[in-house]
Protein backbone atom coordinates (compact mmCIF):
# COMPACT_ATOMS: atom_id res chain seq x y z
CA UNK A 1 0.00 0.00 0.00
CA UNK A 2 1.46 3.48 -0.94
CA UNK A 3 2.35 5.33 2.37
CA UNK A 4 0.45 8.42 3.06
CA UNK A 5 2.79 10.09 4.75
CA UNK A 6 6.50 9.62 4.37
CA UNK A 7 9.06 11.23 6.71
CA UNK A 8 12.81 11.00 5.36
CA UNK A 9 16.18 12.09 7.38
CA UNK A 10 13.95 14.39 9.08
CA UNK A 11 16.50 16.56 10.30
CA UNK A 12 15.41 19.75 13.18
CA UNK A 13 17.39 22.05 14.69
CA UNK A 14 16.73 24.89 17.48
CA UNK A 15 19.14 27.95 17.88
CA UNK A 16 20.06 28.47 21.12
CA UNK A 17 21.72 31.38 22.91
CA UNK A 18 25.25 29.20 23.01
CA UNK A 19 24.91 26.50 20.50
CA UNK A 20 22.46 25.00 18.24
CA UNK A 21 20.38 22.16 19.39
CA UNK A 22 19.62 19.06 17.06
CA UNK A 23 16.28 18.05 18.31
CA UNK A 24 15.28 15.44 15.65
CA UNK A 25 18.59 13.82 14.05
CA UNK A 26 17.43 11.98 10.77
CA UNK A 27 14.53 10.04 11.49
CA UNK A 28 12.65 8.05 8.70
CA UNK A 29 9.23 6.71 8.82
CA UNK A 30 6.07 6.20 7.03
CA UNK A 31 2.39 6.00 7.81
CA UNK A 32 -0.12 3.55 5.68
CA UNK A 33 -4.02 4.92 4.86
CA UNK A 34 -5.74 4.39 8.10
CA UNK A 35 -2.97 3.24 10.10
CA UNK A 36 -2.69 3.91 13.82
CA UNK A 37 1.20 4.66 14.55
CA UNK A 38 2.47 5.57 17.86
CA UNK A 39 5.73 7.89 18.24
CA UNK A 40 6.99 6.90 21.79
CA UNK A 41 9.58 8.31 23.40
CA UNK A 42 10.36 10.47 26.58
CA UNK A 43 10.26 13.86 27.36
CA UNK A 44 13.33 15.81 24.94
CA UNK A 45 13.02 13.07 22.66
CA UNK A 46 12.24 14.88 19.79
CA UNK A 47 8.87 13.32 19.06
CA UNK A 48 6.96 16.88 19.41
CA UNK A 49 9.13 18.55 17.23
CA UNK A 50 9.12 16.03 14.55
CA UNK A 51 4.88 16.66 14.54
CA UNK A 52 5.25 20.14 14.51
CA UNK A 53 7.85 19.91 11.40
CA UNK A 54 5.12 17.55 9.96
CA UNK A 55 2.23 20.10 9.70
CA UNK A 56 4.30 23.17 9.65
CA UNK A 57 4.33 24.40 12.94
CA UNK A 58 7.77 24.76 14.20
CA UNK A 59 8.67 27.94 16.10
CA UNK A 60 11.12 30.27 14.65
CA UNK A 61 13.92 29.57 16.19
CA UNK A 62 13.67 25.86 14.85
CA UNK A 63 14.75 25.07 10.86
CA UNK A 64 14.45 21.65 8.90
CA UNK A 65 18.45 21.16 7.87
CA UNK A 66 18.62 20.48 3.96
CA UNK A 67 18.35 16.85 2.71
CA UNK A 68 14.73 15.89 4.87
CA UNK A 69 11.88 15.78 3.16
CA UNK A 70 8.65 14.96 4.40
CA UNK A 71 5.97 14.03 1.83
CA UNK A 72 2.15 13.96 2.77
CA UNK A 73 -0.12 12.15 -0.69
CA UNK A 74 2.59 12.69 -2.50
CA UNK A 75 3.35 16.18 -2.15
CA UNK A 76 6.46 17.52 -0.69
CA UNK A 77 4.85 19.89 2.37
CA UNK A 78 8.74 21.12 2.67
CA UNK A 79 8.13 23.12 -0.27
CA UNK A 80 4.98 24.23 0.18
CA UNK A 81 4.37 27.91 0.50
CA UNK A 82 3.02 29.25 3.61
CA UNK A 83 -0.92 29.63 1.94
CA UNK A 84 -0.61 26.37 0.51
CA UNK A 85 -0.09 24.75 3.75
CA UNK A 86 -2.35 26.66 5.30
CA UNK A 87 -4.95 25.39 3.14
CA UNK A 88 -3.76 22.03 3.73
CA UNK A 89 -3.70 22.24 7.61
CA UNK A 90 -6.57 21.06 8.64
CA UNK A 91 -8.31 19.86 5.50
CA UNK A 92 -6.18 16.97 4.82
CA UNK A 93 -3.64 17.18 7.86
CA UNK A 94 -4.96 17.75 11.10
CA UNK A 95 -3.59 18.02 15.05
CA UNK A 96 -4.97 17.66 18.63
CA UNK A 97 -2.94 19.89 20.91
CA UNK A 98 -1.69 18.33 24.60
CA UNK A 99 -2.99 21.00 26.25
CA UNK A 100 -6.54 22.00 24.76
CA UNK A 101 -6.60 25.16 27.49
CA UNK A 102 -4.03 26.76 25.79
CA UNK A 103 -4.87 25.49 22.31
CA UNK A 104 -8.20 27.08 22.31
CA UNK A 105 -9.17 30.46 21.84
CA UNK A 106 -10.40 31.99 25.29
CA UNK A 107 -11.85 34.95 23.69
CA UNK A 108 -14.22 32.96 21.49
CA UNK A 109 -16.64 30.25 22.48
CA UNK A 110 -16.22 26.96 21.71
CA UNK A 111 -19.06 26.52 18.86
CA UNK A 112 -17.19 29.07 16.74
CA UNK A 113 -14.04 27.82 16.74
CA UNK A 114 -15.17 24.60 15.43
CA UNK A 115 -16.98 26.29 13.15
CA UNK A 116 -14.43 28.25 12.19
CA UNK A 117 -12.32 25.01 10.64
CA UNK A 118 -15.20 24.57 7.99
CA UNK A 119 -15.24 28.87 7.40
CA UNK A 120 -11.72 29.05 6.10
CA UNK A 121 -11.74 25.78 3.87
CA UNK A 122 -14.52 26.89 1.82
CA UNK A 123 -17.53 26.84 3.55
CA UNK A 124 -19.19 29.99 3.03
CA UNK A 125 -22.64 29.67 4.73
CA UNK A 126 -22.17 30.62 8.38
CA UNK A 127 -25.61 28.89 9.37
CA UNK A 128 -23.98 25.74 7.72
CA UNK A 129 -21.09 26.03 9.46
CA UNK A 130 -22.33 26.50 12.74
CA UNK A 131 -24.92 23.09 12.28
CA UNK A 132 -21.74 21.29 11.18
CA UNK A 133 -19.65 22.73 14.74
CA UNK A 134 -23.15 21.63 16.81
CA UNK A 135 -23.26 17.96 14.93
CA UNK A 136 -19.54 17.22 15.45
CA UNK A 137 -19.96 18.55 19.12
CA UNK A 138 -22.83 16.20 19.48
CA UNK A 139 -20.97 13.54 17.69
CA UNK A 140 -17.73 13.71 19.94
CA UNK A 141 -20.03 13.00 22.93
CA UNK A 142 -19.96 17.47 24.37
CA UNK A 143 -23.05 16.66 26.69
CA UNK A 144 -26.08 19.27 25.41
CA UNK A 145 -24.11 20.35 22.31
CA UNK A 146 -26.18 23.16 21.56
CA UNK A 147 -26.06 24.82 24.44
CA UNK A 148 -22.19 23.76 24.84
CA UNK A 149 -20.83 25.40 21.95
CA UNK A 150 -21.98 29.00 23.15
CA UNK A 151 -20.25 28.00 26.40
CA UNK A 152 -16.71 29.82 26.55
CA UNK A 153 -13.37 27.01 26.80
CA UNK A 154 -13.08 28.39 30.51
CA UNK A 155 -16.33 27.10 31.57
CA UNK A 156 -15.47 23.90 30.35
CA UNK A 157 -13.86 21.06 32.28
CA UNK A 158 -10.93 19.64 30.55
CA UNK A 159 -11.93 16.38 29.24
CA UNK A 160 -14.85 18.54 27.30
CA UNK A 161 -12.19 21.30 26.08
CA UNK A 162 -10.50 18.04 24.77
CA UNK A 163 -13.40 16.66 23.07
CA UNK A 164 -13.62 19.72 21.36
CA UNK A 165 -10.29 19.69 20.06
CA UNK A 166 -11.60 16.75 18.66
CA UNK A 167 -14.68 17.83 16.87
CA UNK A 168 -12.35 20.72 15.61
CA UNK A 169 -9.50 17.91 14.23
CA UNK A 170 -11.99 16.05 12.35
CA UNK A 171 -14.60 18.54 11.65
CA UNK A 172 -13.27 18.09 7.95
CA UNK A 173 -12.43 14.19 7.76
CA UNK A 174 -8.79 14.95 7.28
CA UNK A 175 -6.24 12.49 6.19
CA UNK A 176 -4.29 12.35 9.27
CA UNK A 177 -4.65 13.19 12.43
CA UNK A 178 -1.10 14.14 15.16
CA UNK A 179 -2.42 13.40 18.37
CA UNK A 180 -0.10 14.73 20.66
CA UNK A 181 -0.15 13.35 24.09
CA UNK A 182 -4.00 14.05 23.92
CA UNK A 183 -4.86 12.82 27.13
CA UNK A 184 -1.92 13.39 29.41
CA UNK A 185 -4.02 16.13 31.22
CA UNK A 186 -6.83 14.24 32.04
CA UNK A 187 -7.45 11.72 34.75
CA UNK A 188 -7.48 8.05 33.99
CA UNK A 189 -11.32 7.67 33.27
CA UNK A 190 -11.64 10.38 31.14
CA UNK A 191 -8.36 9.79 29.33
CA UNK A 192 -10.13 6.29 28.13
CA UNK A 193 -12.95 7.67 27.41
CA UNK A 194 -11.14 10.49 25.11
CA UNK A 195 -8.78 7.62 23.65
CA UNK A 196 -12.14 4.80 22.85
CA UNK A 197 -13.41 8.24 20.75
CA UNK A 198 -10.97 8.77 19.07
CA UNK A 199 -10.44 5.26 17.72
CA UNK A 200 -14.39 5.09 17.18
CA UNK A 201 -14.05 8.14 15.03
CA UNK A 202 -11.01 7.05 13.22
CA UNK A 203 -12.07 3.80 12.55
CA UNK A 204 -15.41 5.48 11.18
CA UNK A 205 -13.80 7.75 8.69
CA UNK A 206 -10.27 5.80 8.05
CA UNK A 207 -8.10 8.70 9.37
CA UNK A 208 -4.83 7.50 9.97
CA UNK A 209 -3.84 8.64 13.60
CA UNK A 210 0.12 9.14 14.56
CA UNK A 211 -0.15 8.83 18.56
CA UNK A 212 2.81 11.59 20.24
CA UNK A 213 2.86 9.45 23.89
CA UNK A 214 5.61 8.85 26.27
CA UNK A 215 2.66 6.59 27.63
CA UNK A 216 3.14 2.90 26.54
CA UNK A 217 -0.46 1.81 28.08
CA UNK A 218 -1.80 4.39 25.74
CA UNK A 219 0.21 2.67 22.66
CA UNK A 220 -0.81 -0.85 23.68
CA UNK A 221 -4.90 0.08 23.58
CA UNK A 222 -4.36 2.27 20.90
CA UNK A 223 -1.80 1.66 17.98
CA UNK A 224 -0.53 -1.37 15.49
CA UNK A 225 2.69 0.19 14.83
CA UNK A 226 5.00 2.09 17.46
CA UNK A 227 8.72 3.90 16.74
CA UNK A 228 10.80 4.74 19.74
CA UNK A 229 12.64 7.91 19.93
CA UNK A 230 15.92 8.56 22.34
CA UNK A 231 17.66 12.13 21.78
CA UNK A 232 16.46 12.57 18.43
CA UNK A 233 17.02 9.41 16.50
CA UNK A 234 14.43 7.01 15.59
CA UNK A 235 16.44 3.95 18.18
CA UNK A 236 13.28 0.71 17.59
CA UNK A 237 10.07 0.50 14.70
CA UNK A 238 8.04 -2.53 15.53
CA UNK A 239 4.03 -3.74 15.60
CA UNK A 240 2.98 -3.16 18.95
CA UNK A 241 2.99 -7.03 19.99
CA UNK A 242 6.60 -6.99 19.12
CA UNK A 243 7.37 -3.78 21.02
CA UNK A 244 5.89 -5.16 24.01
CA UNK A 245 7.12 -9.15 23.61
CA UNK A 246 10.02 -8.50 21.67
CA UNK A 247 11.93 -5.31 21.97
CA UNK A 248 15.27 -5.01 20.64
CA UNK A 249 16.29 -2.18 21.83
CA UNK A 250 18.24 -1.86 25.30
CA UNK A 251 15.95 1.73 25.38
CA UNK A 252 12.99 -0.03 24.94
CA UNK A 253 13.03 -2.23 27.29
CA UNK A 254 14.22 0.65 29.81
CA UNK A 255 10.68 1.90 28.96
CA UNK A 256 8.61 -0.89 29.52
CA UNK A 257 10.45 -1.34 32.66
CA UNK A 258 9.40 1.97 33.42
CA UNK A 259 5.67 0.91 32.69
CA UNK A 260 3.98 1.23 36.30
CA UNK A 261 2.17 -2.14 37.23
CA UNK A 262 -0.33 -3.18 39.81
CA UNK A 263 1.19 -4.55 43.32
CA UNK A 264 0.16 -7.76 44.10
CA UNK A 265 -2.57 -7.66 47.00
CA UNK A 266 -0.86 -8.29 50.67
CA UNK A 267 -2.62 -11.36 52.30
CA UNK A 268 -4.40 -10.28 56.03
CA UNK A 269 -2.82 -11.25 59.11
Known amino acids: MTALLEVENLRVTYAGAQRDVAAVAGVSFAVAPGEVVAL ?25 EPGS ?21 GRRIAMVFQDAGAALNPVMRVGE ?15 RARAMA ?45 ADEPTSALDVTVQRQVLSLLLELQRESGTAVLMITHDLG ?13 RGELVESATVDDLFHAPRHAYTRELLAAMPRLARP ?3 G
Open 266 to 268: VPP
Open 113 to 127: QVAEAALVHGERDKA
Open 134 to 178: VAMLDRVGLPDAARQARAYPHELSGGMKQRVMLAIALLLKPSLVI
Open 218 to 230: VVAETCSRALVMR
Open 69 to 89: AIRFEGRDLLRLGEPEFRDLR
Open 40 to 64: VGESGSGKTATALAIIGLLGESARI
